[in-house]
T-cell receptor, first 114, second 111 residues
Framework: DSGVTQTPKHLITATGQRVTLRCSPR?????VYWYQQSLDQGLQFLIQ???????AKGNILERFSAQQFPDLHSELNLSSLELGDSALYFC?????????????FGDGTRLSIL | QKEVEQDPGPLSVPEGAIVSLNCTYS??????FMWYRQYSRKGPELLMY????GNKEDGRFTAQVDKSSKYISLFIRDSQPSDSATYLC???????????FGTGTSLTVIP
């Protein structure tokens, strides 16, 4: 068990809808990362938050947004959903924001768009 | 060209075999090299973490970095059925703000 908790485990919704994915980092970790994993693209970095502030952005679409709350949990909001957004979404956490600090992953949220 | 290339496999070996998993990369600035193991329906789990060149050993696992060839490897000795999983490499530079992941190699160890 990595200590990173993601909810829900599965989400099924329709095109055009909006969903929110939730992540609780390991105790003591201040950084939260969001990734999208699809069969053909592998793990794609979306965004990082450190202690409540956005730290780095990757290949995140404008329809997607995230935030990290004072209790350090994070939410990833996906709107105007398209079929291509169907994927596994992972959250990872690390102690700080330094690049040499390994990331620990949750078990993901499987998003299916019908 | 992708930052990191990894043969997706699938790779199938008999129990007890030595397994070699590899990634190649194009950015010579990569300094941090990690290997993750991902079981089906689970998140990636950190296996090995190395900085710069050289080898690192942890039990049956050895991570090797060859910066001159831009090539990293993970060796698994005495492979077990429980090693059946997808293995992902992840790389980063000293100043980069994200890890670049390979697409993963699927490994099956047959009893």
């Amino acid at each position: 068990d990595s200590g990173v908790t993601q909810t829900p485990k599965h989400l099924i919704t329709a095109t055009g809808q909006r969903v929110t994915l939730r992540c609780s980092p390991r105790s003591g970790d201040l950084s939260v990362y969001w990734y999208q994993q699809s069969l053909d693209q592998g793990l794609q970095f979306l965004i990082q938050y450190y202690n409540g502030e956005e730290r780095a952005k990757g290949n995140i679409l404008e329809r997607f947004s995230a935030q990290q709350f004072p209790d350090l949990h994070s939410e990833l909001n996906l709107s105007s959903l398209e079929l291509g957004d169907s994927a596994l979404y992972f959250c990872a956490s690390s102690v700080g924001h330094r690049v040499d600090q390994p990331q620990h992953f949750g078990d993901g949220t499987r998003l299916s768009i019908l | 060209q992708k930052e990191v290339e990894q043969d997706p496999g699938p790779l199938s070996v008999p129990e007890g075999a030595i397994v070699s998993l590899n990634c190649t990369y194009s950015n010579s600035a990569f300094q941090y090299f990690m290997w993750y193991r991902q079981y089906s329906r689970k998140g990636p789990e950190l296996l090995m973490y190395t900085y710069s060149s050289g080898n690192k050993e942890d039990g049956r696992f050895t991570a090797q970095v060859d910066k001159s060839s831009k090539y990293i490897s993970l060796f698994i000795r005495d492979s077990q059925p429980s090693d059946s999983a997808t293995y992902l490499c992840a790389l980063n530079t000293n100043t980069g703000n994200q890890f670049y992941f390979g697409t993963g190699t699927s490994l099956t160890v047959i009893p």
